[in-house]
């Protein structure tokens, strides 16, 4: 026992201290900051241009003036295109910066509409979009008008249909509202399932990559002189979880953190809402309300076995695979290139396990998702996913038990075919050699 | 014996699936003796080796550590310093001296003690925080062999332990062996190099194909395997009828190796060189080396092996 945490001390000790993790630990989330307020910066480098634009409204589309955004502004001319057109081209001080004529409407049945745009400079595409919204807006309610359609009539052609989700339980009292549920499922669902697919390939590879530098610099004999290969095979691997573990948590502090100091820093908060073009159809009301659903829909999600169920998982999804990878290390030969082959197959479930995860959150109790859920090497991936959308206890159960019962037999393998296989310097050995390993007394 | 013996194997068996690595091998080994266990490469020296370092479990027979069963108790008694050795590279120096030593079931404090001191005896005390890929090769392998002694071992078994080592470092591996022996460690040698432990070994035990094929004190060995040659060194010409008389070997102007013929002895030999007024330098008994020694046993054992240091077989 004491030996076997000499060896984690060790492989946590050795690996956290090096450069590359340290640096990966604080960039990581020092590049999402950068990108951040990049992203953000680029958005508002783009509207301190400013564009005056002169409006020659021939037919009174615009019944009033015409709503401004920020760099964005519109005036009603009096003059004639032409005049205008030469001003722009002039660049005096206070001069416009384009032209937009807006000819007679001559059928107002018409479903097409040609409008001109002149300036010296190009058109943005947002200012493309932001004219075409405020001249079809204009166009509707002056076709209303031309049309003598009765106004509020119209308002109700449109109905914002609602969907109300209530879940039927056995409780008496009233169904709860799991409108959100859905949404916030999904989004919960693929961050964990990411997570997973994540942890396996980094730190399982990590567990690999030691295993396989023991090998090569010769020091594992001397090492299991002292210690019993499947002690220094488990220390092995909860020494790199560890250091995965420290990492993840890292980055949960850092990265909030960074993006919350640098959201004050730079003030961006509550020009941030502003920054994105304004669309006047979305209410700012609705958004609130939709911002708020989200959160009840976050807490209505069953905490107390989504976050315990999602740790056990964690941990036995990276054990299983980690056993495998050591397993697969311990064949390398002292060429690096040869043995990459070995890594296949366990990539491969990884992967299909990533594709599975995504079709669940679609359909969270198909059978596709409901069996995934019992194959020892898919569910770690694809259970934590359906977790928010409370799958019945008895699948979360059994699902639990194999996983926990599969990641203790691959390590026990593992262990089998690891000590054999650290000893078989030079050459890297092929599948049907470490199947033989499998059954070899030692 | 008072004592028990420090390693005593009883019919060792081991074999890696068809092929049988260790084959009924048995052999004692007094405590504090420096014993050679010689063989060519693929003879099984290093599986049986590692048998006795626990590393692996035969498949039959059994064991003896001091008198004990071999159990997992014992590696902390035992150095092993393996044929294909190395370190962490990137770990530092003295760290990895007292992660070694710990595993060995030192603690911490006396772990660190022992890393100086022993650091100190090959002055490389400044490298203590440096990592191990920083230092040149030979203070590596000084390193390695540190590793191996830090925790005071009753038994020290160096499988190849000159393979790689300049002249410098295998002179003080050397000297640093005697020194433990004198103070009641035993050391076992696996080698195939058999020159290279001559003057080292009191005890042998020779391995061919798996087969204890020889085991005992090299001077008594030696003896059996004697060969009644003796080597004359001269000056000025040799008696023109000492050609006719005895059998000379490799003659040169200024030595000669003779054979006797069973019913000579030596002193006669001296006596008629004595009488023939040859000016003697030296005589001296010309004792087989090892390696005449392993050949003459394996051709003795199997005479139709052609080839004795060819032991693995494809």
Not at chain 1, 59 to 83: N, Y
């Amino acid at each position: 026992m004491n030996n076997l945490w000499l060896v984690i001390k060790r492989e946590y000790i050795t690996r956290v201290r090096r450069k590359s993790f340290i640096l990966a630990t604080l960039l990581t989330p020092l590049g999402m900051a950068v990108f951040f307020v990049a992203v953000q910066f680029i958005f508002s480098y783009e509207n301190d241009e400013v564009n005056r634009i002169a409006v020659v409204d021939d037919g009174d589309v615009f019944a009033g003036p015409i709503p401004d955004e920020k760099g964005l502004f519109f005036k009603f001319v009096d003059k004639d295109v032409e005049t205008l057109k030469a001003e722009v081209l002039g660049a005096e001080e206070g001069a416009y910066d384009a032209v937009l004529h807006i000819p007679v409407v001559k059928n107002p049945r018409a479903r097409d509409f040609r409008i001109e745009y002149f300036s010296d400079e190009p058109m943005s595409l947002d200012m493309e979009i932001a004219i075409k919204r405020r001249v079809e807006k204009a166009m509707r309610n002056y076709k209303i008008g031309q049309l003598e359609l009765d106004k509020t009539a119209l308002k109700a052609l449109d109905t914002d249909v609602e969907i109300r989700s209530k879940k039927i339980t056995v409780a008496e009292g009233e169904n709860e509202d799991t409108s959100m549920a859905g949404v916030v499922g999904a989004g919960l669902g693929t961050i964990m399932g990411f997570m997973m697919y994540l942890s396996i390939f980094i730190y399982g590879m990590m567990v690999m990559r030691s295993v396989m530098e023991e090998k090569m610099n010769r020091i594992v004999e001397v090492v299991i002189s002292s210690v019993k290969p499947t002690t220094l095979l488990l220390g092995k691997i909860v020494g790199v979880g560890a250091v995965g573990l420290t990492q993840v948590l890292a980055w949960m502090i850092l990265i909030p953190g960074v993006i919350f100091l640098v959201t004050i820093f730079f003030g961006f908060d509550a020009d941030a809402a502003q920054q994105m073009p304004q669309n006047p159809d979305i209410d700012p009301e609705e958004m609130q309300t939709m911002v708020e659903q989200v959160m009840a829909g976050v807490m209505e999600m069953n905490w107390w076995v989504i976050i315990p169920c999602f740790i056990i998982y964690f941990l036995g999804g990276y054990f299983m695979y980690a056993a495998l990878f050591a397993a697969v290390g311990s064949a390398m030969g002292d060429d690096l290139g040869e043995g990459q082959s070995l890594t296949i197959p366990i990539t491969i479930p990884v992967i299909l396990a990533l594709y599975i995860m995504m079709a669940a959150i679609q359909a969270p109790n198909s059978s596709l998702a409901v069996w995934s859920s019992f194959i020892p090497l898919f569910a770690p991936i694809v259970m934590p996913a359906r977790l928010p959308f409370e799958p019945p206890v008895w699948q979360i159960i059994g699902s639990l038990v194999v996983v926990i019962t599969f990641s203790g037999a691959m390590v026990w393998l593992a262990g089998r075919i690891y000590r054999v296989g650290i000893l078989n310097y030079g050459k890297k050995s092929s599948l049907r050699d470490m199947g033989r390993w499998l059954f070899s007394k030692y | 014996m008072s004592t028990p013996p420090i390693i005593e194997v009883k019919d060792v068996r081991k074999a890696y699936g068809e092929k049988v690595a260790v084959d009924d091998v048995s052999f004692a080994m007094p405590p504090d003796a420096i014993l050679g266990m010689l063989g060519p490469n693929g003879a099984g020296k290093t599986s049986l080796i590692r048998m006795i370092t626990t590393i692996t479990a035969p498949d039959a027979g059994e064991i003896f550590f001091r008198g004990e069963p071999l159990s997992g108790y014992h590696p902390t008694q035992i150095g092993y310093l393996p044929e294909e050795r190395g370190l962490y590279k990137k770990m530092y120096v003295g760290e990895q001296l007292l992660y070694l030593a710990r595993l060995k079931g030192l603690d911490k404090k006396t772990a660190e003690a022992q890393a100086r001191e022993w650091l100190g005896k090959f002055n490389l005390e400044d490298q203590w925080s440096k990592k191990v890929e920083e230092l040149s090769k030979g203070m590596q392998q000084q390193v390695q062999f540190i590793a191996t002694v830090i925790h005071d071992p009753k038994l020290l078994i160096l499988d190849e332990p000159f393979s790689g080592l300049d002249p410098v470092n295998a002179t003080r591996m050397r000297t640093e062996i005697l020194r433990l022996k004198e103070q009641g460690t035993g050391v076992i040698f696996s080698t195939h190099r058999m020159e290279q432990v001559e003057e080292l070994c009191e005890y042998i035990v020779l391995i061919n194909q798996g087969k204890n094929i020889l085991e005992g004190k090299v001077s008594d060995i030696r003896r059996k395997f004697q060969d009644d040659k003796f080597h004359l060194e001269f000056e000025g010409d040799l008696p023109p009828g000492l050609a006719g008389q005895y059998e000379l070997i490799n003659p040169t102007p200024s030595g000669v190796d003779i054979h006797l013929r069973p019913d000579q002895k030596a002193n006669d030999l001296l006596r008629y060189l004595l009488d023939h007024n040859v000016h003697i330098v030296g005589f001296q008994e010309l004792l087989p080396s090892l390696n005449e020694v392993f050949i003459k046993q394996v051709t003795q054992l199997d005479p139709t092996n052609t080839n004795p240091f060819d032991s693995a077989e494809a």
